[in-house]
């Protein structure tokens, strides 16, 4: 895994600024199937990883990449000399599976603290950080978790999800913080570690709590 690389904070805001459009994905999956939202993910993702690799082969596509998205992307993003993947695929691909693995009101909790969380831990991070922790800072992993604590209290209102929601949700969000913080180490893309150790979480505490007979919530959103 590259090393952090940081770009100009207003660069890194517009990033971020597309990155919260990618909200479109938990909402829209929110009135849809799984199988619907499987099919709408699938071609965009192969849509996404195909650009890629031409940015890599094709003087052409680069050329118009480079115009439109060049002063967004990270230098690791830029690279020539060998193929790395783009926060946008790994986005996509993230919410693909986690559509294919995860019950639907797990995906959603977690793509959306993806988004959501990931572009507080990075904005909040950058300015105010000034205590390490991991491979970022004490004060965007707190806004990190004040702000995934956020999501997981209007999903579960939403839905009407009980105590057991609230209590996995968060738990997942403070892993989900630490999964941030440490993604240089842990060698992955937190656009997709993030999700599926959040989501991955939930779910088992979903399963722990309904062998303890306590509020199921898996069954939402079907």
């Known amino acids: 895994m590259h090393k952090t690389e940081e770009i100009p904070y207003t660069q890194e805001i517009l990033r ?3 990155h919260i459009s ?19 993910l699938t071609p965009m993702t192969l849509v996404s ?14 050329r118009i ?10 230098p690791h993003e830029l690279r020539q000399d060998k193929i790395l993947l783009n926060g946008a695929s790994y986005v996509l691909m993230s919410a693909l599976l986690c559509v294919i693995v995860f019950p639907k009101i797990v995906a959603i909790t977690a793509f959306s603290i993806l988004i959501v969380s990931d572009t507080c831990a990075a904005l909040y991070g950058r300015k105010f950080g000034r205590h390490p922790f991991l491979d970022k800072s004490r ?33 997942g969000s403070i892993v ?12 992955m893309d937190d656009n997709f570690s993030i999700p599926m150790f959040t989501g ?8 722990l709590f309904e062998s303890l007979t306590q509020p199921g919530f898996v069954a939402l959103m079907k």
């Not at 990449?65 to 990270?74: D, I, N």
């Not at 989900?176 to 060698?187: D, F, K, N, P, T």
């Open 22 to 40: 990618s909200l479109a994905i938990p909402i829209i999956y929110s009135f849809v199937s799984r199988e619907v939202g499987i099919m709408i």
């Open 65 to 74: 990449m480079l115009g439109v998205f060049g002063k967004l992307l990270r």
């Open 16 to 18: 971020k600024l597309i």
């Open 139 to 171: 004060e965007g992993a707190f806004a990190f978790v004040v702000s995934a604590a956020a999501v997981v209290a209007v999903i579960g209102a939403l839905t009407g999800a009980g105590w057991t929601f609230f209590v996995a949700g968060v738990i």
């Open 200 to 207: 991955g979480l939930m779910w088992v505490l979903a399963l």
């Open 49 to 62: 990883i195909v650009l890629d690799v031409l940015m890599h082969k094709s003087e052409g596509v680069r």
């Open 176 to 187: 989900g913080a630490v999964v941030e913080a440490g993604s240089i180490r842990l060698r």
